[in-house]
């Protein structure tokens, strides 16, 4: 197989394949989106591909026909239809006030108005101007419009350390967004993605028809690369790595689904021959270290700590879950929800893995924190990694405050029997 350019940094779908780029296929999955339903939401962390899925529909859309040849989709859409497609995107800069957060807007409003060729009324504010700028479109282009919204959070997310000037971002954002459920009859798709999930009483107040995809299996690869894309289309790169250490570097990431590796790491790797954290250096977000540190949170607790899909439930500028924002920024991983119960605590340090279980005895008083890890399976779900387990059982007393059993049981790597 040929080597080809390494899309580092690149999130433009026509200079990937006009540059020839590895491009691993993500079209198929945006065929499903798109005759499966019209309005989605999607979380997934920086630097995971989220910018380039949406410049893949957007060119999807517009009809151009030739960056698609040889993909999946080329020979399943009908290349004679040209959609308008309305595009936002606040990942540039940074925006410190609502005034500035307006500016953004209208200038970004002006430049779908100018690429779509329509004229809006003058006077208009921001929501009318948008309204107007979808009804227009859809009346010039003969077809219903595309609306793609790119780091819709990130106005928000930079200024979450100043409440009052993050609550200000939120509600010129609302306004904005609420256009979509207003005029869903002139819009053929709407995509909306972030690293973030603010709840929809909060951002997205009356858009009841934004499905949310975010912890969906079947979506769980939209973004990032799977075992089997390394070996179909950077085969010519894995030469000389370690496929173990690659998977235990970089294969880390699960939303419910195919679990899939962190892409800007790979892509590093394949560059630069060696593993490191290159994701981290680039990728964590001031905003989440600048809270960290404000609540003074115990890092080791962040290691292989497994997310229930329930940290999402509630998230806003006024109420921020740590929990919440590791999972979400890509620290915490979603658990395997197919069995009954959830394991509290994973830990993977110096080469072992450590499994916790912490229970309140007054809540569940039948049999030991111990027991139900063994009973639930938890370390079967473990043992393809191949490291010694530790299965650490910790029960509470809500009456005495205190700690009233502490159990450990040791699994070898290569015996798999209790010691």
Same mark, same amino acid.
């Given at each position: 197989?040929?080597?080809?350019?390494?899309?580092?940094?690149?999130?433009?779908?026509?200079?990937?394949?006009?540059?020839?780029?590895?491009?691993?296929?993500?079209? +198929?999955?945006?065929?499903?989106?798109?005759?499966?339903?019209?309005?989605?939401?999607?979380?997934?962390?920086?630097?995971?591909?989220?910018?380039?899925?949406?410049?893949?529909?957007?060119?999807?859309?517009?009809?151009?026909?030739?960056?698609?040849?040889?993909?999946?989709? @080329?020979?399943?859409?009908?290349?004679?239809?040209?959609?308008?497609?309305?595009?936002?995107?606040?990942?540039?800069?940074?925006?410190?006030?609502?005034?500035?957060?307006?500016?953004?807007?209208?200038?970004?409003?002006?430049?779908?108005?100018?690429?779509? /060729?329509?004229?809006?009324?003058? /006077?208009?504010?921001?929501?009318?101007?948008?309204?107007?700028?979808?009804?227009?479109?859809?009346?010039? @282009?003969?077809?219903?419009?595309?609306?793609?919204?790119?780091?819709?959070?990130?106005?928000?997310?930079?200024?979450?350390?100043?409440?009052?000037?993050?609550?200000?971002?939120?509600? /010129?954002?609302?306004?904005?967004?609420?256009?979509?459920?207003?005029?869903?009859?002139?819009?053929?798709?709407?995509?909306?993605?972030?690293?973030?999930?603010?709840?929809?009483?909060?951002?997205?107040?009356?858009?009841?028809?934004?499905?949310?995809?975010?912890?969906?299996?079947?979506?769980?690869?939209?973004?990032?690369?799977?075992?089997?894309?390394?070996?179909?289309?950077?085969?010519?790169?894995?030469?000389?790595?370690?496929?173990?250490?690659?998977?235990? &570097?970089?294969? +880390?990431?699960? &939303?419910?689904?195919?679990?899939?590796?962190?892409?800007?790491?790979?892509?590093?790797?394949?560059?630069?021959?060696?593993?490191?954290? &290159?994701?981290?250096?680039?990728?964590?977000?001031?905003?989440?270290?600048?809270?960290? !540190?404000?609540?003074?949170? &115990?890092?080791?607790?962040?290691?292989?700590?497994?997310?229930?899909?329930?940290?999402?439930?509630?998230?806003?500028?006024?109420?921020?879950?740590?929990?919440?924002?590791?999972?979400?920024?890509?620290?915490?991983?979603?658990?395997?929800?197919?069995?009954?119960?959830?394991?509290?605590?994973? !830990?993977?340090?110096?080469?072992?893995? $450590?499994?916790?279980? $912490?229970?309140?005895?007054?809540?569940?008083?039948?049999?030991?924190?111990?027991?139900? !890890?063994?009973?639930?399976?938890?370390?079967?779900?473990?043992? /393809?990694? +191949?490291?010694?387990?530790?299965?650490?059982?910790?029960?509470?007393?809500?009456?005495?405050?205190?700690?009233?059993?502490?159990?450990?049981?040791?699994?070898?790597?290569?015996?798999?029997?209790?010691?």
């Amino acid at each position: 197989m040929t080597r080809k350019r390494l899309p580092i940094g690149i999130q433009t779908f026509r200079k990937i394949r006009e540059d020839d780029c590895y491009y691993v296929d993500k079209t +198929g999955l945006a065929l499903l989106l798109i005759e499966g339903g019209s309005h989605y939401f999607l979380s997934r962390p920086r630097r995971f591909g989220k910018s380039l899925l949406l410049d893949t529909i957007a060119e999807l859309f517009a009809g151009n026909e030739a960056l698609f040849r040889g993909l999946y989709a @080329h020979e399943r859409w009908d290349w004679g239809r040209r959609f308008p497609v309305i595009r936002f995107s606040f990942a540039e800069g940074l925006l410190q006030d609502r005034d500035e957060l307006d500016a953004r807007i209208r200038d970004l409003l002006r430049i779908n108005r100018e690429a779509l /060729g329509v004229d809006l009324p003058p /006077g208009l504010g921001i929501a009318g101007t948008f309204g107007e700028l979808i009804r227009q479109a859809q009346a010039r @282009h003969g077809e219903r419009v595309v609306v793609l919204v790119d780091e819709y959070d990130k106005p928000i997310l930079d200024n979450l350390t100043r409440p009052d000037t993050a609550r200000a971002m939120r509600d /010129g954002l609302r306004n904005l967004y609420s256009v979509v459920k207003g005029l869903d009859a002139h819009i053929r798709f709407a995509m909306l993605t972030g690293v973030s999930k603010f709840s929809k009483v909060s951002l997205f107040s009356g858009l009841n028809n934004l499905r949310d995809i975010t912890l969906s299996p079947e979506y769980s690869a939209i973004c990032g690369y799977t075992e089997a894309d390394l070996e179909a289309v950077f085969a010519p790169e894995l030469d000389g790595l370690d496929r173990d250490e690659l998977r235990r &570097w970089y294969n +880390g990431y699960n &939303w419910t689904g195919e679990a899939v590796y962190n892409p800007f790491d790979v892509l590093l790797l394949f560059k630069e021959r060696s593993f490191h954290p &290159w994701w981290f250096e680039t990728g964590s977000p001031r905003f989440l270290i600048d809270l960290l !540190i404000e609540r003074e949170t &115990w890092l080791p607790r962040l290691d292989r700590q497994i997310a229930p899909e329930t940290l999402l439930s509630r998230f806003d500028v006024d109420d921020l879950p740590t929990e919440a924002l590791l999972f979400q920024t890509g620290y915490l991983t979603a658990e395997d929800s197919s069995n009954a119960g959830r394991l509290d605590l994973v !830990i993977r340090h110096d080469q072992q893995l $450590f499994l916790f279980e $912490f229970k309140v005895v007054e809540l569940d008083p039948d049999g030991s924190a111990l027991e139900q !890890i063994k009973a639930r399976g938890y370390a079967g779900k473990c043992r /393809g990694e +191949g490291l010694p387990m530790h299965l650490i059982g910790i029960e509470f007393s809500r009456k005495q405050r205190n700690v009233v059993g502490f159990e450990v049981e040791r699994i070898a790597a290569a015996a798999n029997q209790p010691t």
